[in-house]
């Protein structure tokens, strides 16, 4: 995303209409000030309004929609919370997430190119190449029809959910709690599929390309192309999904087919996906090299800077939890409520949840539930008693099985991924 849409939409517009038509809708006015917003551009608008716009064709230039002033309404999304809009990325705020299994209309959006105009299941195909003894082809249809079908409850996160926090900034989508989602998944296993196409033994990498495009609307350049390692590939829980929660996907959750691979972080999981391809080398596409999805091999001081040679990919995400219930900054006249929330552990279960009301000074055990299935987030709760009126803050401190607990501070780093820092939640008692 340009650094010029980080003032803001409106401020955009009024600096430089011409300028932020390109920016964000990919349009170049013309001497009449129409805009021919069509495209992908309209695909844009239509979605950030939340409907269909009949009279596009009569928008002028330098123009953006009133029903963005107050209120991002993204069709089929009920609540988040825009961060960017060329990119399209918006949140969920963490009480609208108190659903054991996440609605589509509130699961996040991380975009970072534009999205298919057409995004219907006809027609669409799977390419699977590279290091195979054979390369295959399917359309969503072969897939139903030649794999097991399975539905899962798999929890997805960015890497940079929580990036708001750091201090000094990183720069990049300032997420808070809300990158985060667990909708049930229906698809074919990415394993079954690699396995019908013949693993070669040289094989190190996958590598997943989706029919989104860049932001430069450069032809054939792509703007996200991730991977993982091949032993991570062949995990059984990892699918080639093509329904979300009993439904169709959501479009901009990666509609008709994305993968789903749990655990690590959500740029793994190539949305609009076209094709998959083996390789026998750490996979180098966009969104794969430099200091992209990458954090120091050590340590760091809030600040330091670090040589790009010392960056490595982030692979499972760590320990973390988030607390639904209460909303942050209610008010209650009772002295007695329940808390309530999720947590999940990247590759692993969590073993234990606890909740604070004192600052940290003592701790209470809270119930937490199994996974569904691996890789689905659990489910805890506890009733937590405010002896007095006044000022409260609610801690959620999760521990994995592996014994890792989340921090009270944030591990700074200067890309602001991993923030896996304890959720604080304020609650006053006014009676």
């Not at 600052?359 to 405010?386: C, I, R």
Request: with cysteine.
């Amino acid at each position: 995303m340009s650094q010029d849409t980080h003032i803001g939409l409106f401020e955009l517009y009024e600096a430089d209409p011409d300028r932020a038509d390109k920016l964000v809708f990919g349009r170049v006015a013309n001497p009449d000030r129409r805009g021919f917003l069509k495209g992908a551009g309209l695909t844009t608008m239509s979605a950030m309004v939340g409907a269909a716009i009949p009279f596009a064709a009569n928008i002028p230039a330098g123009f953006v929609p009133i029903a963005l002033a107050d209120a991002h309404a993204i069709e089929g999304k009920d609540g988040l919370t825009l961060l960017n809009d060329r990119p399209l990325n918006a949140e969920t705020p963490p009480h609208l997430l108190d659903d054991d299994i996440t609605p589509t209309t509130r699961h996040f959006i991380r975009n970072n190119g534009v999205p298919p105009e057409e995004t219907s299941a006809d027609g669409w195909k799977l390419t699977v190449d590279g290091l195979v003894n054979s390369p295959l082809e399917f359309t969503i249809a072969d897939l139903k029809s030649k794999f097991d079908v399975v539905t899962e409850a798999l929890t997805i996160e960015c890497g940079g959910n929580g990036r708001a926090f750091h201090d000094p900034p990183a720069r990049g989508n300032q997420w808070t709690y809300g990158a985060v989602a667990c909708s049930t998944w229906t698809g074919v296993r990415l394993a079954d599929v690699l396995k019908a196409a013949g693993v070669k033994d040289s094989v190190v990498y996958t590598a997943h390309v989706g029919a989104d495009t860049h932001l430069s609307g450069k032809a054939g350049k792509l703007a996200i192309s991730r991977g993982v390692p091949i032993e991570k590939a062949m995990n059984p829980h990892n699918l080639i999904a093509f329904e979300q929660n009993g439904g169709p996907i959501h479009a901009m959750n990666g509609a008709p087919l994305r993968l789903v691979v749990p655990g690590w972080p959500g740029s793994c999981s190539q949305k609009w996906l076209t094709r998959i391809w083996l390789r026998d080398q750490v996979h180098d596409g966009p969104k794969m090299t430099g200091t992209a999805y990458r954090v120091p091999n050590r340590p760091v001081e809030p600040g330091e800077k670090v040589d790009k040679k010392d960056f490595v990919i982030i692979h499972a995400m760590p320990v973390k939890s988030l607390i639904t219930s209460p909303e942050n900054g209610q008010q209650t006249t009772a002295g007695e409520f329940e808390v309530r929330g999720h947590a999940w552990a990247g590759d692993d279960r969590v073993a234990k949840v606890e909740v604070s009301r004192d600052f940290g000074a003592t701790w209470q055990s809270t119930d937490l539930t199994e996974p569904a299935n691996p890789y689905a987030w659990q489910h805890f709760k506890t009733t937590v008693m405010l002896p007095a009126a006044g000022y409260y803050e609610i801690w959620a401190r999760a521990t994995s099985d592996k014994g890792i607990a989340q921090p009270h501070a944030i591990a700074w780093n200067p890309k602001g991924y991993l923030n896996n820092s304890m959720h604080r939640v304020a609650v006053r008692r006014t009676a």
